[in-house]
Nanobody
Framework: QVQLVESGGGLVQLGGSLRLSCAASGHIFSIVAMGWYRQAPGKQRDLVASIINGTTYYADSVKGRFTISRDNGNNMVYLQMSGLKPEDTAVYYC?????????WGQGTQVTVSS
């Protein structure tokens, strides 16, 4: 069973930066696409970035501002976020892409103030 633990969120000002980290357990980590998702209050959870074998995907809303990376040797996934905007405020989660229903963690809150 895969377990995912997100960290690195916080409160930042408009234009600031944060680096999110996701620690994953489970031997399948290196062979699946991993993604970062976010859910703002009252909205659905959406995929914002994904990575597998060096190929990345970004939602249009974060393209050019966010960078996803992974360290397969240490079962880690990262999301470097810069140029943060208030609309980036959400709880951020990592999971496989497509997500594994039982693997959702607690997420990490990102709040961007204007």
């Amino acid at each position: 069973q895969v377990q995912l633990v997100e960290s690195g969120g916080g409160l930042v000002q408009l234009g600031g930066s944060l680096r999110l980290s996701c620690a994953a357990s489970g031997h399948i980590f290196s062979i699946v696409a991993m993604g970062w998702y976010r859910q703002a209050p009252g909205k659905q959870r959406d995929l914002v970035a994904s990575i597998i074998n060096g190929t990345t995907y970004y939602a249009d809303s974060v393209k050019g501002r966010f960078t996803i990376s992974r360290d397969n040797g240490n079962n880690m996934v990262y999301l470097q976020m810069s140029g943060l905007k208030p609309e980036d405020t959400a709880v951020y989660y990592c999971n496989a892409n497509p997500p594994m229903r039982r693997a959702w963690g607690q997420g990490t809150q990102v709040t961007v103030s204007s």
